[in-house]
């Protein structure tokens, strides 16, 4: 039997879902998610120090995989019905996170800046895998994935803030 094509064949299992709550959630996301695959490639670019080479390689091994988890996002807005706004305008208005500084950053600096925008975007995460629990069980889970993902970029990171000879 064919399948009419019409909005709720389309949402099909989604029916149920508030597609404006659990976009919004999303969205916030997605801007982080850019705003720090963005910071990151600029800290990749521009650090300096001692610690160059590891950092740099870092960097850019969290840039893959905040990539990654930005299009997996915008990819489940779009796929309930929200679409995703991931424009460089909507991205520079809307982070919450305090712009990266211009020019060469020394290394030690670079480690204490991602780590505190890494935390900051887990803080603001960690409310939203709370919020989307009752909304959409889906995006909570991929909520859950991402912020994994971030508490792991920031353990890495934190730990080089630790002063030499103290643990
Ligand atoms: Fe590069």
Same mark, same amino acid.
């Given at each position: ?55 740099? *390689?870092? *960097? ?24 995703? &706004? ?26 204490? *800046?991602?780590? &505190? ?25 991929? *909520?859950? &994935? ?22």
């Amino acid at each position: 039997m064919a399948v009419k094509k019409t909005a709720s064949a389309i949402r099909g299992s989604l029916a149920g879902v508030d597609v404006d709550a659990v976009g919004t959630h999303l969205q916030d996301t997605l801007v982080e998610l850019v705003d720090l695959h963005l910071r990151a490639k600029q800290a990749h670019w521009n650090v300096v120090g001692r610690h160059f080479r590891s950092l740099h *390689l870092e *960097l850019d091994a969290l840039t893959d995989e905040v990539r990654a988890a930005a299009d997996l996002v915008a990819e489940r807005a779009a796929a309930i019905g929200y679409p995703p &706004d991931g424009r460089p305008g909507t991205v520079a208005k809307s982070s919450p996170v305090a712009e990266f500084p211009a020019g060469r950053v020394l290394d030690v600096d670079v480690v204490e *800046l991602v780590a &505190d925008a890494l935390m900051e975007t887990c803080a603001h995460l960690r409310v939203r895998v709370d919020q989307t629990g009752e909304l959409d069980s889906v995006s909570q889970n991929l *909520l859950i &994935d991402t912020l994994a993902t971030l508490e792991k970029h920031h353990w890495m990171f934190a730990a080089q803030t630790v002063p030499a000879g103290r643990a």
